[in-house]
Structure formats: structure tokens, C-alpha cells
């Protein structure tokens, strides 16, 4: 079989609007040169589309006109390797999801723990951040949450009542376990994100794990986020101001 058609083969299993690579349509590296004409070609007619060097996508009509890959679906090579997830969206991005800004950014921030992602193309942008803990499929969701509370007071257009309200529901979702997790994780952050995790626990009812973070806090730190009782009540008993 030549090489176009076991691309075009490969290219049949792989769903419009899909992100692929090399690797993912088998490829072998002394293949690579002849496959890159094979690819060039089925760009030249449309078949497929290049995002960045190795990275392409299948485009699909509809009556709006072409259909784009999604944002996450564009990020998801720089968020896996061999498979595994070694990294999670992070910054205004993430913020935005949640609800905590309107504001939508132009360079997306990648944190991940051994690896410094860094991309800078026209059409994508990728700062890197910084992981605490190594990065799992099973626990990027509890950094997500501790990275909104670690920058809670640097969110950019963040209503600071709206934003408490925001979180407490996100703790409130999470089950016994999860909170386990999620506070445990919190060790490795800085101290003041153990403060407002303890606060906003506590806030919710929660009780069994906040004595760990407290007892992992200097009992004489104060921490200036800009939340006072009325927005938090247990604000005061974390030394938050």
C-alpha cells in the first residue's frame, strides 16, 4: 500500500473537526518525507487543514459556513503525551469558563509540572505556567479549582461577591472524597490558597478537613485577597482581609 493511500485510509477513521498528527495516522519517521507531499497534497484540495507544523485538522461544511476545531480540541496535543494527560488549561481561559471574568484571552497559559509548553504561531499562543503536583486525567479538575482560588484577587473584571458565590457552588458539587483531595493537593500551594480553601470549606459546612489547613498555616499571617466578612463570613477566622 503507498503512503497516500494508507493516509487517506487513516484519514477516513478520524471524525471532521478531529486534531491529528503524524503519529496518529501511523506514520512511520523514514515515512515522513513522503508522507509530507502525501499531506501537502490533501491540504491543496481541502481535505485537510493545517493548524501548525504537524498538526492538522478534516474541515466540515455546514450551512454556517466551515466548521473549526475547537479550542480545547487544538490544545489537546499540548495537554497529552503518549496518551496521558501532563497538563491542564490554566489563567484567563480557565477563569472564564468558570464564570469568574468576561474577559477572553489571547494567549492561553498551559500548566503542566516537568514541562515548559510554549507556542507562539498567529493563530495560537501558549503561555506556560506553573503545576504544583504532577498532572493527572484524575486530578487536573481539583488544580483547575486551587489555581482559581491561588489567583482569586489577580482575575481580571473578577466581582469579588460574585466570584464567592462562584466557588462555594463549585466546593459544594464535590463529594467527601473529592474534598479530601482537593485539600490535600492544596499543601503544595501557596499559603494563601490553603486560607481561602479553609474558608470557603468551612463556609459550606464542611469541617473534616479543615484543621490539616489550618495547622499548615502561620498562625500569624495575614492575607490581603480584598474579602471582608460580608462577602465571607469565615473570612476573619483565616486571618483574610
Do not use: C, H
Amino acid at each position: 500500500m503507498n503512503i497516500t493511500k494508507k493516509i487517506e485510509e487513516k484519514l477516513n477513521t478520524i471524525k471532521d473537526g478531529e486534531i491529528f498528527t503524524y503519529k496518529d495516522l501511523s506514520i512511520k519517521k523514514e515515512e515522513y518525507q513522503s508522507a509530507a507531499k502525501s499531506i501537502e497534497r490533501l491540504i491543496k484540495k481541502g481535505t485537510i487543514k493545517r493548524i501548525s507544523p504537524g498538526l492538522f485538522f478534516k474541515p466540515r461544511q455546514t450551512v454556517f459556513g466551515e466548521l473549526l476545531p475547537k479550542e480545547e480540541e487544538i490544545l489537546k496535543p499540548y495537554l497529552y503525551k503518549n496518551g496521558n494527560r501532563i497538563a491542564y488549561i490554566t489563567g484567563i481561559y480557565l477563569y472564564n469558563k468558570l464564570g469568574l471574568t468576561t474577559q477572553i484571552p489571547q494567549t492561553i497559559k498551559i500548566a503542566s509540572r516537568n514541562k515548559e509548553i510554549k507556542v507562539n504561531k498567529s493563530n495560537l499562543k501558549i503561555k506556560p505556567a506553573k503545576s504544583y503536583v504532577d498532572v493527572t486525567s484524575k486530578n487536573y479538575q481539583y488544580l483547575e479549582i486551587l489555581d482559581a482560588i491561588k489567583d482569586f484577587n489577580k482575575i481580571p473584571d473578577l466581582d469579588t461577591e460574585k466570584g464567592i458565590k462562584i466557588l462555594l457552588n463549585i466546593l459544594k458539587e464535590l463529594n467527601q472524597e473529592e474534598i479530601k483531595k482537593i485539600a490535600k493537593y492544596s499543601l503544595e500551594y501557596p499559603p494563601r490558597t490553603r486560607a481561602l480553601l479553609g474558608a470557603l470549606l468551612e463556609e459550606t459546612g464542611i469541617k473534616n478537613e479543615i484543621e490539616d489547613l489550618q495547622e499548615s498555616l502561620n498562625p500569624l499571617s495575614k492575607y490581603s485577597l480584598g474579602i471582608n466578612k460580608e462577602i465571607l463570613s469565615t473570612a476573619e477566622n483565616w486571618k483574610i482581609r
